[in-house]
């Protein structure tokens, strides 16, 4: 059993940077791969980034490409999600998901995750 639980959700201008936590509860978090997913009003659920359960591995949606960077610190048992030249079309809730032994060829669909956070509000003003 894993507990996920972001923080660092808040109000920015355009242009300006956020980073997110998503920690962890469980020995076996280092076994797990953790995606990024946020959802706008309206919207469907979508992919942001992913990392493979060492770190060495990471994924981007190609709209977020060259401005967020996905890291985990195992020891920690924490992942992040640094966001920088935030755009309006950024705000969403934010929400983190992990889940074992994960291929790389699934992590862009968020009904291979087994486990997921309560999320956090990204709200990016022009």
């Known amino acids: 059993q894993v507990q996920l639980v972001e923080s660092g959700g808040g109000l920015v201008q355009a242009g300006g940077s956020l980073r997110l936590s998503c920690a962890a509860s469980?020995?076996?978090?280092?076994?797990?791969?953790v995606g990024w997913f946020r959802q706008a009003p309206g919207k469907e659920r979508a992919f942001v980034a992913a990392?493979?359960?060492?770190?060495?591995?990471?994924y981007y949606a190609d709209s977020v490409k060259g401005r967020f960077t996905v890291s985990r610190d195992n020891a920690k048992n924490t992942v992040y999600l640094q966001m920088n030249s935030l755009k309006p079309e950024d705000t969403a809730v934010y929400y983190c998901?992990?889940?074992?032994?994960?291929?790389?060829?699934?992590?862009?669909?968020?009904?291979?995750?087994?486990?997921w956070g309560q999320g956090t509000q990204v709200t990016v003003s022009s």
């Open positions: 990392i493979n359960w060492s770190g060495g591995s990471t």
């Open positions: 469980g020995r076996t978090f280092s076994s797990y791969a």
């Open positions: 998901a992990a889940g074992r032994y994960l291929g790389s060829s699934y992590y862009t669909d968020r009904y291979e995750y087994d486990y």
